[in-house]
């Protein structure tokens, strides 16, 4: 059993940056292909970031590519998505999920999830 726990969340100005981390306890991220997912009010929870467990590819949405950077730990066993130049349209609940498999291309690829962190961007 995987146990995932995302932190670093809050308020930011447009134009800011945040760092989240997921914490896993049960294995470590270097035995895990990590995703980061965002759910923003009344719509649907969509991919933001992932880094399969090789820990050399990495994904990132289109949305997001250039402002985002997904990084992992091994030693303290945490993922990070570092968010630069963050926009209004991040506002969202944050998900770090996780999968023992080598590689995940979808959120039903995942088996384990976090609970969330809020990230709000004020413009």
């Known amino acids: 059993q995987v146990q995932l726990v995302e932190s670093g969340g809050g308020l930011v100005q447009a134009g800011g940056s945040l760092r989240l981390s997921c914490a896993a306890s049960?294995?470590?991220?270097?035995?895990?292909?990590m995703g980061w997912f965002r759910q923003a009010p009344g719509k649907e929870r969509d991919f933001v970031s992932a880094?399969?467990?090789?820990?050399?590819?990495?994904f990132y949405a289109d949305s997001v590519k250039g402002r985002f950077t997904v990084s992992r730990d091994n030693a303290k066993s945490t993922v990070y998505l570092q968010m630069n130049s963050l926009k209004p349209e991040d506002t969202a609940i944050y998900y770090c999920?996780?999968?023992?498999?080598?590689?995940?291309?979808?959120?039903?690829?995942?088996?384990?999830w976090g609970q969330g962190t809020q990230v709000t961007v004020s413009s």
């Open positions: 880094m399969w467990r090789s820990g050399i590819s990495t």
């Open positions: 999920a996780a999968t023992s498999a080598n590689y995940a291309t979808g959120q039903q690829d995942y088996d384990y």
């Open positions: 049960g294995r470590t991220v270097s035995s895990l292909s």
